[in-house]
């Protein structure tokens, strides 16, 4: 019963912290150990992205106008709070490593931030449109995977900038085996959901493979070449972990999807 109740504790820890939408009512949240559920809320964002596209694209919006509102939902929904990672973390790397530090503590940002928020922009939009119709399903996917991503980065990179004051999710960290058992039920459901939902042929079996095979691929790849940069990881890096990895998750879903 206690580990139920610490479960829904840090769940509800995980909704206050990476996201600006109101507390959960009778639960309170815990912060302890709240990384091991980012992938779950990342796909319950995924979900609103998906309702909304769904809702516009019934009263005949056009879909460049629907990935502009989606990217927006999504962004509102954290409160820029990884975008404004990715840009810190590009600066960082961009100052080169005299600067690093100093540059990624810098509260201003830097023409190399600006610059690949402006790309990674254009990128989800040019894929949100060639999704077209399959975009409500690629948004849960990607939104999981780019969250999935922070449990590597965290399993597997030093910590660095306020080293003095470490990280909450080293400090409460049991490990990769126990942190990614929530990951591992979500990913489980999907599969037997996608299974019982649709044909069990060739062509769903490889798509199927696909989705699970390029999301756990970048999940792992992304934090480990930020890494290579940085020299380790803090919540900076995690952040542009996660939009570098939903990204991507989105362009390749898009090539597989809609190939023409």
């Known amino acids: 019963m206690l580990i139920f109740k610490n479960w829904l504790g840090d769940l509800a820890g995980a909704w206050v912290f990476y996201t600006i939408l109101p507390q959960w009512p009778l639960l309170k949240p815990r912060f302890k150990r709240i990384a091991r559920f980012a992938p779950l809320i990342g796909l319950l964002i995924g979900f609103l992205q998906s309702f909304f596209w769904l809702v516009f694209n019934y009263f005949d919006w056009p879909h460049t106008s629907i990935a502009l509102i989606s990217i927006a939902i999504s962004i ?21 490593p005299s600067k690093r530090i100093e540059a990624m503590k810098d509260s201003r940002v830097g023409a190399i931030g600006v610059q690949s928020l402006v790309i990674i922009l254009f990128l989800q939009i040019a894929a949100i449109i060639k999704l077209g119709f399959y975009a409500p399903f690629a948004f849960p996917i990607a939104a999981f995977w780019g969250r999935f991503s922070q449990i590597f980065a965290i399993e597997n990179y030093e910590y660095i900038l306020n080293q003095e004051f470490g990280s909450i999710h080293k400090k409460y960290w049991r490990g990769i085996s ?6 591992l ?40 070449f930020i890494n290579k ?32």
């Open 76 to 96: 509102c929904i954290t409160g820029g709070l990884h975008i404004d990672g990715l840009m810190d973390t590009a600066d960082g790397i961009g100052a080169g």
């Open 178 to 183: 126990q942190e990614i058992r929530p990951s």
């Open 185 to 224: 039920i979500i990913i489980c459901i999907g599969i037997i959901f996608f299974l019982s939902t649709t044909n069990l042929n060739l062509s769903n079996t490889l798509l199927l493979i696909y989705c699970i095979s390029s999301g756990l691929t970048t999940s792992i790849l992304i934090p480990h």
């Open 229 to 260: 940069f940085l020299g380790g990881h803090n919540g900076d890096s995690y952040g542009a972990g996660l939009v570098i990895t939903e990204t991507t998750n989105l362009l390749l879903l898009s090539i597989i999807l809609v190939p023409n």
